[in-house]
């Protein structure tokens, strides 16, 4: 009997912040994969190793885990004043289906210099040395980030000196700005609120500050759901029962963000919302056995990606976390010791991160946030083609 030859798709594996994933050009991508749809779904899937019920992602790029379950389209932008088009897709790990409904802020910091090395940044733009400024385009979000990439004889720098927590090596550092960070059309507190009682049939009531900026967020108090805020991923990720109640409220809070209309979609839309839980600064042991003092941070956050802990932080998760701790009153900012800030360093299981925001207060006393600020790194892993079967899509 005979099968189909795989063919080749020109493609870059890339790190971005503490996230990997695989990177293409759109224009590289067979015609059926150029639009939106099942075939570029399909293609993307197999090229990830999903569905994988071993939950292994053997046969693909994938390294099942959610921070590197992940693909980027970049294409030379239709937008006035942008460089580049930057469309994610968070690939499912062990159902077959791609959720585009939020950014990868981590992978962000990989946009720009991909975006430069494939031809997508107008020449003209780039400086023999120093920085290129590159205007990105979120598709998923709708809204601007601009990175600042640093060039060495006319090419992307990627090694330095830079450290980021849950990174093992150093390298450049690539700054990031998320320009009207809010997420999507309408209020930044989508329920008029900076905190609400979140009631979770069969599981509690909880106080949650429900944010959209760089991703929509659900914020709980660590205490009030049984936890410490210095949990690292095997405190979590082992108890099953612990996951399925974060999935319940993350499915609850989703309908009360008017993200979703009933919790059954929940299960669809697994990137977006976020769900995390803050406590006041406390010493811990991060999981490279570095000790973090709670001197030396302003808040400890753990944050939950496609129904795991996160092993750092989510760069969009990152804007969430600074955006709500700079509007005085939500969980986040008492959890930080209150009053006005316009930046917060907070612990995560890795170590911890600095970002900056501002947020303001407008007359009809909605808030608004005009960007965050943050450092990353990117590093090319490997460039060449990925292969796949003929008849995937």
């Known amino acids: 009997m005979a099968h189909p030859a795989q063919i080749k798709v020109p493609a870059t594996y890339m790190r971005g912040g503490t996230s990997k994933g695989v990177f293409f050009r759109l224009q590289d991508l067979p015609e059926a994969a150029q639009v939106p749809g099942a075939a570029r779904d399909q293609l993307l899937l197999r090229v990830i190793g999903s569905p994988d019920p071993y939950g292994q992602q053997i046969d693909g790029m994938g390294g ?48 720009g210099a991909f975006a430069i090395a494939g031809g997508l940044v107008d020449a003209d733009r780039i400086p023999e040395n120093g920085i290129c400024t590159v205007r990105i385009w979120q598709k998923n979000i709708q809204k601007t980030i601009i990175a600042h990439v640093p060039i ?52 509690g009531t909880f106080k949650a500050t429900m944010i959209n900026a760089g991703i929509p967020t659900i914020f709980l108090n660590a205490q009030e759901i049984g936890y410490q805020g210095t949990e690292l991923q095997k405190d979590i990720n082992s108890d099953t029962q612990a996951l399925e109640r974060f999935e319940t409220i993350r499915a609850y809070g989703a309908v009360k963000m008017g993200l979703i209309q009933d919790i059954a979609e929940a ?76 930046g917060v360093t907070f612990g995560h299981p890795s170590g911890t991160l600095r970002v900056g925001a501002a947020a303001e207060q407008q007359a009809n006393g909605e808030w608004t946030a005009k960007k965050a600020v943050m450092s990353r790194s990117a590093r090319v892993l490997m460039e060449g083609q990925v292969r796949v079967p003929a008849d995937t899509f």
């Not at 990174?167 to 998320?178: S, Y």
């Not at 406390?282 to 129904?307: E, F, N, P, Q, W």
């Not at 092993?311 to 939500?330: D, E, N, Q, W, Y």
């Open 64 to 111: 099942a885990t959610s921070s590197t379950s992940k693909t980027v389209i970049l294409a030379k932008s239709t937008q006035p004043d942008h460089d580049v088009d930057y469309l994610f897709g968070q690939v499912a790990i062990n159902k077959a289906f791609v959720d585009w409904s939020g950014n990868c802020g981590n992978l962000t910091a990989a946009v």
């Open 152 to 203: 060495t004889q006319g090419e992307v720098q990627e090694t330095g000196d830079f450290e980021l927590d849950g990174v093992t090596f150093p390298a450049a550092e690539v700054v990031i700005e998320f320009m009207d960070p809010a997420d999507g059309e309408g209020s930044m507190f989508p329920t008029g609120n900076l905190i609400d009682d979140l009631e979770v049939p069969g599981i």
């Open 267 to 342: 299960a669809a839309r697994q990137h977006t919302p976020k769900v995390a839980f803050v406590a006041p600064a406390t010493d811990y042991v991060a999981s490279s056995g570095k000790t973090i003092a709670a001197t030396d941070i302003d808040i400890c956050v753990r944050a939950l990606s496609m129904g795991k802990l996160h092993h750092a932080m989510m760069g969009t998760a990152s804007v969430a976390i600074a955006t709500a701790a700079a509007v005085p009153g939500t969980l986040v900012n008492l959890a930080a010791g209150g009053g006005a800030r316009e």
